[in-house]
């Protein structure tokens, strides 16, 4: 009888243990883990090229660090040229909430929960800074990578100091640097993933508001609207329901006709797009070597004058710039890669466009999907400024660039105003030796003066959760990219 007490006993007291353990791992929690050392420099701008390779996606904040997002946590790590993702400097975990989306402004790193908690952490010590409830957002959605959550966050935006919320027939705003909530307006269905503008709209399928006081803004052309040669925030042009092109930098958008073309872009204030099969293009002379600029560790750039070759532009433009740069070592060119862009972001997709002058016909608003040809450069009134030889893909740029990638994965830079090849280098990490070119692109991201970019295998399904979806383990290349 003593026997049989002490079992139940024992046994009561292994279900009751067992019973915390469960709880104390399965019971809603937060952990939150801050910065022990000071925040890591910016990085020398003289270390360029792939400096690192990593398995999740980042979002270069500040310069200075690296976010990343997974299922219930979101981590930092630094400094931005590490080689690998490093041990996290700074985390947030929330259980059993899913992370829907990350977005940045300054300093302020904002996170949107799928119980609509919005928590902005401080991206130099991992602090928390403030927090408010919103509407409930979406699960996470980030695959293997996290790219989808930090480089096109559903549902949130930025814009007009504020950060803007979206869901279903809810737009909100809120106080970037409080929380506190500044507004909230209920829009016509569909308006859920739109873009905001430079200049502090909001737009969307069904219509455009001010990202200051949600208020519907009057006098705008009629959507729905697609954004144009930029991401989902801060975007400079859009096109219309019509395929009509503007200008958004200001408060009253301004009609670009240049803008029309379906595969133009917006970079820099100039129209980037293909130029037609049928005009002449340049010819294609060699590129004269320049000094390495490459720092150890990263790969090769090639970045020297450009020979010069017969103008094909408009009286008075400038030259044409020169043609195919160094050969990489991929000897195995693509055909053209058709995609599926949101709010900038390309992924491959089924092609159901048609040819037209030989080249792929897109939607209005998206990004090329295809290789040019030869790509071109146009002022906003119309006027030619340069041509130059492809193929190429145009990824965007900056102030001072515009991004190529050519069928075997170089990157190209150009001069914006010139069309001069400023660099060139292979997209490869180059300390690893068996590193190679021989993968598609997938989902990418500009900012901060770096290139993220997702590798994708060539034959790969269009499944993300396929294993064979993505080129390798540590499949996304950071780029830092010359001045």
């Known amino acids: 009888m003593n026997r049989v007490l002490l079992r139940i006993t024992v046994a009561a007291l292994l279900l009751v243990v067992s019973g915390l353990i469960g709880w104390r791992v399965l019971a809603p929690a937060e952990l939150s883990a801050s910065a ?65 989306a990350i977005v ?88 859920s993933e739109g873009f905001t503008t430079s200049a502090g709209a909001y737009l969307c399928a069904t219509g455009a508001y001010d990202a200051t006081s949600g208020e519907l803004l009057t006098g705008w052309p009629t959507g729905p609207f697609s954004p144009v040669g930029c991401g989902n925030s801060g975007c400079d042009a859009f096109r219309d329901g019509a ?32 130029a037609q099969a049928d005009a002449p293009a340049p010819s294609a002379p060699p590129v004269t070597p320049g000094p390495s600029t490459s720092a150890p560790g990263s790969a090769a ?34 055909g053209p890669v058709s995609v599926s862009v949101s709010a900038g972001l390309v992924s491959p997709s089924p092609s159901t466009s048609a040819p037209v002058d030989g080249l792929p016909l897109t939607p209005p608003g998206t990004t090329p999907s295809s290789f040019f040809p030869a790509v071109a450069a146009r002022t906003v009134d119309g006027a030619a400024l340069w041509t130059t030889s492809g193929p190429a893909r145009v990824l965007g740029g900056d102030s001072e660039t515009v991004l190529l990638l050519t069928p075997e994965n170089m990157l190209r830079g150009v001069d914006v105003r010139t069309g001069d090849l400023k660099y060139s280098m292979p997209l490869l990490f180059a300390p ?52």
Do not use: M
């Open 36 to 100: 022990r050392t000071p925040n890591p420099p910016t990085p020398s701008s003289r270390q360029i090229g792939v400096t690192s390779r990593l398995n999740v996606a980042p979002l270069v904040v500040d310069g200075t660090v690296r976010v990343y997002a997974a299922k219930h946590q979101v981590r930092a790590d630094g400094p931005v040229t590490a080689r690998a993702v490093y041990t996290a400097r700074w985390s947030f975990r929330r259980w059993p909430e899913q992370l829907s």
């Open 104 to 191: 940045a402004s300054g300093t302020t790193v904002i996170t949107r929960w799928s119980d609509g908690k919005l928590v902005a952490i401080d991206s130099r010590t991992g602090k928390e800074t403030w927090r408010a409830d919103g509407p409930e957002g979406p699960g996470y959605a980030g695959h293997r990578t996290g790219a989808a959550a930090v480089w096109n966050p559903p549902g949130l935006r930025i814009a007009g100091g504020n950060v803007l919320v979206t869901e279903g027939q809810i737009l909100s705003g809120y106080a970037v640097s409080t929380g506190r909530s500044s507004w909230t307006t209920t829009v016509p269905a569909g308006c």
């Open 243 to 274: 395929g009509q092109g503007w200008l958004a930098t200001a408060a009253e958008p301004r009609r670009v006709p240049a803008l029309d073309d379906p595969l133009a872009v917006l970079v820099a204030g100039t129209v980037i797009t293909a």
């Open 301 to 334: 750039v090639s970045a020297g004058p450009v020979s010069p070759s017969s103008s094909t532009s408009a009286p008075g433009s400038a030259p044409v710039s020169a043609g195919p740069v160094s050969p990489s070592p991929s000897t195995s060119a693509p």
């Open 432 to 483: 690893d030796k068996e590193d190679t070119l021989d993968w598609k692109p997938g989902l990418y991201h500009l900012t901060d003066g770096f290139l993220a970019i997702e590798r994708l295998n060539r034959d790969a399904s269009d499944d993300p959760e396929s294993p064979v979806y993505y080129f390798t383990p540590d499949t996304v290349l950071l780029v830092a990219l010359p001045d």
